[in-house]
Each structure stands twice: as structure tokens, then as C-alpha cells.
């Protein structure tokens, strides 16, 4: 009996293509972004393919070792968000050197700040980026953050209110935002002078906690200089320090106090 052995051999033969993205979103503050383009792998042209903005290709030139993409050309407004898709070839990889620029920027400016009612209000134009602003006090000889909000981002007229604690006498706030060059903006300092009740505080045994006659802000530190304890309330509990000298931020004050 014969037998028959039949091999059937498949030859499948494809080429595959892979591509890669690389993706950077942020805020359109008004500068355009520059691309260094390597050569593609295979010596056939450059690295990168296409560039999209916002899902809409540009008419960059980008057959070259560098070129740039003209965000300026695309009617963007200051301020709105932007994803740019920059599509490439397998085996290289592009490089955007100022990608910082999609980064928020502090632009704001303070076009009104008051005071009512233990609250701070102020008005905002100029926003290119939502950041946080930084509310800041000036007490006890020094500019110390008292509340934080979160900017709005836009250009146009913006308003807040956040709350405060206001000491008698003298007082005065300021506002600030930090963008990613790490420098602070300020916007113009509100002086305002409240005539309230003077604050004292009581200190007795078994030296547990120190009372408050009102609410105020406080600060503990100890011999050292080292912050123990801070906040806002009519007491502050200290039953856990070790035996020794503290000074004491309240109110406008600063006090010497000895825990026995």
C-alpha cells in the first residue's frame, strides 16, 4: 500500500509599517513651538510625518533637520488649550526644545481688591492659564499664606472671594500666583485698618493649652526657632511639648511662654 505524504508549505509575506506619536498638550500663550527632525532609520527622508494641532493638520514645512510649528498661523486665542500630535516614522524619534512654552504663565492683573465682612474680594484680567492664587497676610513681621483659590485661566474680567481673618489695627493683604519659572506675580497690596477687640491669651497649669479671649491666628514655634503648631481657633492645645521655652504668634503678638 502506497502512501502519500503531501506537504503544503505557505509562504505569508508582509511588511509591517509602525509609526509612533509624540503628544504634548498645555495653553496657547503666543509662542510658536521648534522641532528638531532627525533622519528617518532607513536613510529615506525625515523622522517626523505629520504634525496636528488640535486634531487639523498643519502646512508646516517639516522635511527638514528643524522646523517650526506655527501655532501663531492658527488663530488660537491666548489661553485656550492645545494638543499638538506630532506623528513620526519607527526607529527615531523627534524632539520639541521648548516645550515650556504650553505651560501656564502668570500674566494676571489685580484690577480691584477690598475687604467685607471678613471676606477678600478681588477682580482679575489677563489670565493666560488657570494657576492658583496665593492669598498672603502681614503678620508678625512677615508675608504668610492665609487662603488659596483656583484661577479661572481666562482673559476677561474674573472675580473671587475668599476668607480671611482680620486683626485690629493696620492690615494688609496681597495676592500672588507662581508660574513654572518658579517667580512669584504679585498683584497690588490692599492696606485696610478694622477696629476690633484687642486679643489676649491665658497660659496657666497644668500648661495643657493656650486659650484666646477671640478667634485668631496663631503660631507656635519652639526655642529653636522650628514651627510647632499653626492655625486659627481659640486655643491651642500643647499638651504633648516637652518642658521649655516657646514663642507665641497671635493676634499682632509675639510672646515668650514657658511650659513648666
Known amino acids: 500500500m502506497r502512501r502519500y505524504i503531501f506537504v503544503l508549505i505557505l509562504t505569508i509575506s ?59 498661523a492658527l488663530n488660537l486665542e491666548k489661553g ?24 501656564a504663565q502668570s500674566t494676571f492683573t489685580v484690577t480691584t481688591i477690598k475687604i467685607e465682612k471678613d471676606k477678600l474680594k478681588f477682580t482679575t484680567t489677563g489670565e493666560s492659564g488657570a494657576l492658583p492664587f496665593v492669598v498672603e497676610q502681614f503678620r508678625w513681621n512677615k508675608w504668610i499664606k492665609v487662603a488659596t ?4 485661566g481666562t482673559s476677561g474680567t ?5 476668607d480671611i481673618n482680620v486683626h485690629n489695627g493696620n492690615n494688609r493683604f496681597r495676592v500672588k500666583q507662581v508660574d513654572y519659572t518658579r517667580r512669584p506675580r504679585y498683584g497690588k497690596e490692599l492696606r485696610y485698618r478694622a477696629t476690633t477687640a484687642d486679643i489676649t491669651y491665658s497660659f496657666t497649669k497644668p500648661y495643657s493649652e493656650i486659650k484666646f479671649s477671640a478667634e485668631t491666628m496663631y503660631e507656635v514655634y519652639n526655642s529653636k526657632g522650628a514651627l510647632i503648631s499653626r492655625g486659627t481657633g481659640l486655643s491651642v492645645d500643647v499638651s504633648g511639648l516637652p518642658l521649655g521655652d516657646y514663642y507665641l504668634n497671635y493676634d499682632t503678638k509675639t510672646e515668650t511662654i514657658k511650659k513648666r
Do not use: R
Request: aromatic share 8%; hydrophobic share 35%.
Open 80 to 103: 485656550s488649550e492645545i494638543t499638538i500630535v506630532i506623528k513620526h516614522q519607527n526607529g527615531c524619534e523627534p524632539k520639541v526644545i521648548n516645550p515650556e512654552v504650553l505651560k
Open 14 to 72: 508582509s511588511t509591517f509599517c509602525w509609526a509612533g506619536e509624540l503628544v504634548l498638550t498645555g495653553i496657547y500663550q503666543g509662542s510658536n513651538l521648534y522641532v528638531m527632525n532627525p533622519f528617518a532609520p532607513e536613510g529615506d527622508g525625515f523622522c517626523v510625518t505629520e504634525v496636528q494641532v488640535n486634531g487639523t493638520a498643519t502646512s508646516d514645512e517639516i522635511n527638514s533637520s528643524a522646523f517650526e510649528i506655527d501655532l501663531g
Open 149 to 152: 483659590i483656583d484661577g479661572k
Open 158 to 162: 474674573n472675580n473671587y472671594t475668599v
